[in-house]
């Protein structure tokens, strides 16, 4: 009677947007299992029992089975205990919560609020192709095993042949968040093409390709009537009683070499018949080697929150481990810089587990793409491993977009420019200055005497200089001098052994580094954060004050790992090792008095602040203000956060006219920087360094020929100043400077007559 009503209620409540059935799970449950052996592993998968870690292994961990299956786990002598006792109604809570979601957040407002069916991605991939028709084309790289089409985006602006970057997910079909992590990947460079500066200049030089659902017939067995939510492999018929293969073990790189494989159909890693047997395998296959310039891709999968890189197949490392090791901590990094969360990278007989005929190995060994495997949210979990809450969907898909971003940025930029001492942000009207700049191979080498410097100090056309090689991976580029009515713009450039040009900045010259011209520079304070130069804390945080001190958080949870100015030391929040943020409240740094005579001032720092970790990121602000000596009032200089840029770490250099910003005609100032933990649940954390108040002006003393009396216009006026001192070496008359005052200066007037 109980299932029966159970069986009722759920089939009932089934909505319109297609579901699993919890109707379909009643009877099943999941278990731990303490699983001594690889050969009981075995005998488990070969018995068609699902495992629910990532990969099953030894030692103990989640399996979904039905009830005939509790006499095999007796007769093998495997203990186990109840995890999810009624697998049904797990099910359908979990479809209640979708609803809800659904009701709240229609398919139109946001794509990323729930899991999509293939008819969705359909249709949103049309829609896509509609809006970006200028950059992107629909591609369809083959048919599954059932005959439905594997469809693609390419996403080429400006057209041409391009080095490529692909972005394929949901091999595996009961790894959900793996669709909608590589769809957005396409949305946001797309989105954001012609508006973000270094996304256009990527997308430029640099073809992407995204397939979202590489195995569809898998994918919808996962949603249908008398289906299983926990599928992993395609639909293939073995000619018995157990269905599909397991795509990621099908690949030709050590196919059936005995890592985390089965030869038997009914085991979730079954290999297949034979290598490269399955079609959509094939089709990926036949479209990879077709294209003949994919570079780089990532098979995103769940879940474990892992990098994976090549060979997965042995720990033995490939030639150039040291380069993708690295890579893999570049995206790491920037998968962290989001939200804080941690993607371990290595290979993945070191953090996973062994496993032959993978995508990350075919690519690399059949055409040197650097290839890598993203296991996603959560970090662990075991059904809910795989059937993470719609909440996860975007934060998953924003932080892995980070990481794909330093893929893309890889290829694009087959060298790296950087500049150690930073940009000259002044020059002068009367020497050059000269700056260093490292230039790096990556996967390929400069050409010889092809870099370059461009400037211009008009807005009109570019002069060019050559670097000047210093030896190792340094140049040296100099500015020349300019006038004080110009405003100098300039980029590096140098050229790949392909004949590709690589800028700094990337997006030059669409983007430019920029000067102020001077003559003089005063300054009346400057802080490098060495020691304390009289700045006071105050503030109601129970925890994480400012303080002052050589960073030691290793760049945990938003600390900075380095100060900015390269002193070794700053101003910092929480000063300690481990997760330490700001806590209950404000902390409070307040500059000593800085006396400011006369107007005209430049209030400069470099501030770091990271509010994107933690239970609530993005809520907390960092607050910078100013207050005139004796006043009560404070004014805002900025409000950093609670999101965009400037909120997820990094040192960003500003700079305040305090003339604009209101400090006139006052003797004296303070500022104060707040860090204010308001988000239940945040981590936030701050820095400030590189400190200056100084004034800059520019005074061109060039005087123009014939002017003897200086009031910048060559008339009747200047003449006559040089026939009162007639004859005489008074330089107040010596229009030409070349010792007497003579005929040759009142020529020189009457040639130069006019306005200077």
Request: proline fraction near 6%.
């Amino acid at each position: 009677m109980f299932t029966l009503i159970i069986t009722t209620a759920l089939t009932l409540a089934e909505p319109t947007v297609p579901m699993p059935n919890p109707s379909d799970y009643i009877g099943m449950k999941v278990v731990e299992i303490d699983v001594p052996t690889e050969e009981a592993v075995s005998a488990l998968l070969d018995a068609g029992i699902e495992g629910l870690a990532c990969r099953p292994a030894t030692g103990s961990g989640p399996w979904l089975i039905e009830q005939e299956d509790e006499g095999l786990l007796k007769t093998l002598g495997l203990k186990h205990a109840d995890l999810v006792p009624n697998l049904a109604e797990f099910i359908a809570n979990r479809n209640a919560e979708r609803r809800t979601v659904r009701s709240s957040q229609p398919l139109g407002n946001d794509f990323y609020t729930d899991y999509r069916v293939i008819s969705e991605y359909d249709a949103h991939i049309d829609q896509f192709l509609l809006d970006h028709a200028d950059i992107a084309t629909g591609i369809v790289i083959g048919q599954s095993h059932e005959g439905r089409d594997i469809r693609g985006i390419v996403i080429n602006a400006g057209g041409g042949e391009k080095p490529a970057v692909l972005f394929n997910g949901t091999q595996h079909a009961r790894e959900w968040i793996s669709p909608p992590s590589t769809m957005y990947i396409a949305d946001t460079l797309a989105d954001l093409y012609g508006i973000d500066s270094t996304i256009t200049a990527l997308l430029d030089r640099v073809e992407v390709i995204v397939i979202p659902i590489v195995n569809p017939d898998g994918y919808a067995f996962t949603y249908e009537q008398g289906g299983d939510r926990y599928w992993r492999k395609n639909r293939r018929d073995n000619g018995g009683s157990c269905a599909g293969v397991d795509l990621n073990r099908n690949w030709g790189s050590d196919w059936n070499g005995g890592q985390s494989t089965s030869n038997d159909p009914c085991s979730d890693v079954y290999v297949g018949p034979s290598s490269m047997s399955e079609p959509e395998v094939q089709a990926l296959a036949n479209y990879c080697l077709n294209h003949g310039n994919i570079k780089a891709q990532i098979d995103y999968h769940a879940f474990s929150q892992l990098i994976l890189e090549p060979r997965g197949y042995t720990t033995a490392p490939p030639p150039d481990w040291d380069e993708l090791h690295a890579l893999g901590g570049a995206m790491s990094d920037a998968i962290a810089s989001v939200y804080g969360e941690y993607y371990v990278h290595d290979n993945p007989c070191n953090i996973l587990y062994c496993a032959s005929g993978t995508l990350i190995d075919w690519p690399y060994d059949t055409y040197g793409s650097k290839a890598y495997c993203v296991e996603l949210r959560p970090s662990s979990g075991g059904l809910g491993g795989f059937d993470p809450p719609s909440s996860e969907i975007l934060p998953c898909a924003q932080e892995n977009f980070e990481g794909a971003m330093v893929l893309i940025n890889d290829i694009a930029t087959p060298l790296t420019i950087s500049l150690p001492n930073g940009a000259p942000g002044v020059v002068s009207t009367e020497v050059e200055t000269t700056f260093d700049v490292v230039i790096e191979a990556r996967s390929e080498d400069p050409m010889e005497k092809t870099g370059l410097l461009h400037y211009r100090g008009d807005g009109g056309d570019f002069a060019e200089v050559s670097l000047s090689y210093q030896g190792e991976n340094t140049y040296l580029a100099t500015l020349p001098v300019f006038d004080c009515d110009e405003m100098p713009e300039y980029y590096i450039s140098i050229m790949t052994h392909s004949a590709s040009t690589v800028t700094f900045p990337l997006s030059a010259p669409a983007e430019l580094l920029s000067a102020n011209v001077i003559t003089d520079e005063d300054i009346v304070f400057e802080d490098d954060g060495e020691t304390n130069m009289g700045f006071t804390v105050s503030g109601n945080a129970s925890d994480g004050a400012w303080e002052l001190g050589v960073p030691v958080g290793g760049g945990v949870r938003g600390d900075p790992p380095t100060d900015a100015d390269g002193s070794g030391s700053c101003w910092l929040t929480d000063n300690v090792e481990g997760n330490s943020d700001v806590d209950g409240g404000q902390t409070i740094l307040t500059s000593p008095t800085i006396e400011i005579p006369e107007n005209g001032w430049t209030l400069s720092y470099a501030r770091w602040f990271s509010n994107n970790s933690g239970a609530a990121p993005g809520m907390d602000v960092l607050t910078v203000e100013w207050s005139e000596v004796g006043s009560s009032s404070w004014g805002a200089l900025e409000v950093v956060g609670p999101t965009g840029e400037g909120t997820t770490g990094g040192w960003y250099d500003v700079s305040f006219d305090l003339d604009s910003v209101g400090l006139l005609n006052i003797d004296a100032f303070q500022f104060r920087v707040i860090a204010d933990d308001a988000g239940d649940g945040s981590v936030i954390e701050a820095g400030l360094d590189a400190i200056s108040l100084a004034r800059f002006t520019c005074e061109d003393d060039t005087q123009c020929e014939g002017d003897v009396d200086g009031n910048d216009v060559v008339n009747v006026n200047d003449i006559l100043n040089v026939i009162a001192v007639f004859g005489t070496n008074d330089p107040s008359g010596d229009a030409n400077d070349d010792g007497i005052v003579n005929i040759s200066d009142i020529l020189l007037i009457i040639n130069q007559w006019g306005e200077c």
